[in-house]
């Protein structure tokens, strides 16, 4: 009777034990949850894009204005509307402008203002850097587990920019106006000759 | 009389136990930081650790330089040295983004700070802080810089760094992800140079005899656009292979002002160290606030404005 009491006690600690470190679950659900673990950068710029671009894009100050403080008053508009991510000299704005020329199969259109001090060119044809993923301030740096993964980003929203904004110029028509807000990135003590905006809003009146 | 002789042993053993206590509580008042260093067979780390140790040694610390020699393991016992010997922080360059992981945790643990200075840790919340050069930003400019020299075809190889570093990577990514835009750049081929001088000129040596049509040649730091400069050099095609680095050391600054090399990124060395010596102060004067990344922002160097720029930095 005792062998049988203890031959019963130890299988129940072996059930239990085996219980608690063994369990079945979906396979297909088991993926399901992997995949929500894995980093997927080309998910949070579509998400981005979707649904907190357009607040950001509010704050964008206008070329005209941008052009004359860059060379009157740099450190009021750094202050007030630059954006920088760790240690460095340059800086990225959002602004906003127009422009009516239209060059086709060129890689960028030039924007004028009346008497603007630089050169302005509306990227259209290759997007890279960083520009429109720290114009908007969304995506902070230490929320990525290494900076491979934050630079993602910006690989994501430059092919985003191409396919849902630069996409919208393939009917223009001369004497079409482009409304676009942009980003741009400068050190303002070292002005280049020429400045370059990357379109995140892109609007064609006709 | 021997009641007098063994007065006076004793006295001098108080005097030498009092003296030696001294010594002791004066060592244990010096506050001491470690440094870190990957490797110092590169003299782009041992900018960065001397400056490191530069100035800490200001702000009143016992410094030491460890030089991990690349090699993960000997990091290891680094960092169980300087946690059984009561440092106040390490200052350091990693060997490998995830295996040095584990030697941060271990430094944490034993309630040291680590300030990491170059390359990254796959962990965002076991260093305080981690000042790293913009890699991925510095490669885009070379990149485009790239494309225009070679006005957007050619054939070109890459040398890439350790692949177990993620400045590897991120170097490499920067770069592709201008010049993959251009379907007449064609890489024909792309190997691991380690960030080594002698293994990249070996590397390029192969790839000049395998591939007869290089134009150009992309390499993730300037130990090994030196490398592969020597090896075109040696296969006569010097002038006809473009060679590109990335760092900004002395010899690629005066190759670039000598039209032997294109073009490198400028990283600042000196001023990441700066700041995690900086930092580490901060950190063991009380101060709790900090970043986990801050990125340094890289320029492209080119013979237009090399006269802006001295080794690992900007001209004066």
């Known amino acids: 009777m005792k062998k049988y009491i203890k031959i019963s006690v130890f299988a129940l600690i072996v059930i239990v034990a085996l219980y608690n470190s063994v369990y079945f679950e979906k396979l297909d659900e088991r993926k399901a949850k992997e995949s929500m673990k894995t980093f997927d950068p080309k998910d949070k710029a579509h998400y981005f894009w979707d649904n907190e671009l357009d607040k950001l894009l509010a704050s964008a100050i206008d070329l005209k204005l941008f052009d004359s403080q860059l060379v009157d008053n740099p450190e009021n508009l750094t202050s007030q509307h ?83 904004e630069v996409s919208k110029l393939d009917s223009l028509a001369d004497g079409d106006v482009i409304k676009f807000i942009g980003a741009v990135e400068i050190d303002p003590k070292n002005i280049p000759d020429q400045i370059a905006i990357v379109p995140l809003k892109i609007e064609v009146a006709r | 009389m021997k009641s007098k002789k063994l007065i006076l042993c004793i006295i001098g053993l108080l005097i030498i136990s009092q003296f030696i206590f001294s010594c002791s509580k004066s060592n244990n008042n010096v506050k001491k930081i470690a440094v870190v260093i990957s490797t110092l067979n590169n003299p782009w780390f041992v900018v960065l650790g001397e400056t490191a140790k530069k100035r800490a040694v200001e702000l009143g610390y016992e410094t030491v330089i460890f030089d991990s020699q690349n090699n993960p393991s000997k990091e290891t016992e680094h960092f169980d040295n300087i946690i059984a010997s009561g440092y106040k922080a390490i200052l350091f360059n990693p060997t490998d983004a995830k295996g040095s992981v584990a030697n941060v945790k271990a430094a944490k643990k034993a309630g040291i700070p680590v300030f990491c200075m170059d390359r990254e840790i796959d962990a965002n919340d076991v260093a305080v802080a981690q000042i790293l050069s913009d890699n991925y930003s510095g490669c885009v400019l070379l990149g485009q810089y790239f494309v225009k020299k070679l006005n957007g075809k050619g054939n070109y190889v890459e040398l890439l760094g350790l692949v177990g570093d993620n400045n590897t990577w991120n170097r490499s990514k920067g770069f ?18 380690e960030f080594d001088r002698n293994k990249a000129m070996e590397v390029m040596e192969s790839m000049l005899q395998a591939h007869q049509n290089i134009d150009a040649v992309f390499c993730g730091n300037d130990a090994m656009a030196m490398g592969a400069y020597q090896a075109v050099r040696a296969a006569g095609k010097e002038g006809e292979i473009m060679v590109f680095g990335f760092d900004g050391a002395a010899d690629v600054v005066d190759a670039i002002r000598e039209g032997k090399i294109e073009a490198t990124g400028m990283q600042f060395p000196k001023t990441m160290a700066k700041t995690a010596a900086e930092y580490a102060d901060k950190y063991i004067n009380g101060e709790r606030n900090f970043q986990q990344k801050i990125p340094v922002a890289v320029e492209l160097v080119t013979k237009e404005n090399v006269g802006n720029y001295v080794a690992f930095g900007k001209a004066e």
């Open chain 1, 82 to 164: 630059g954006k920088a991510v760790g240690i460095t000299s340059s800086y990225c704005f959002l602004v906003s402008g127009q422009t009516k020329q239209f060059l086709p199969d060129s890689e960028e259109i030039p924007v004028e203002i009346t008497d603007g001090r630089s050169e302005y060119k509306l990227q259209i044809k290759y997007i890279f850097s960083n520009a429109a993923r720290d114009a908007t301030d969304y995506f902070n740096i230490d929320d990525f587990e290494n900076t491979m993964d934050f630079n993602a980003i910006s690989t994501e929203l430059n092919k985003l920019i191409l396919q849902r």
């Open chain 2, 176 to 193: 592709h992800s201008v010049v993959d835009n251009y379907p007449d750049l064609k890489m024909v081929a792309q190997q691991t140079g």
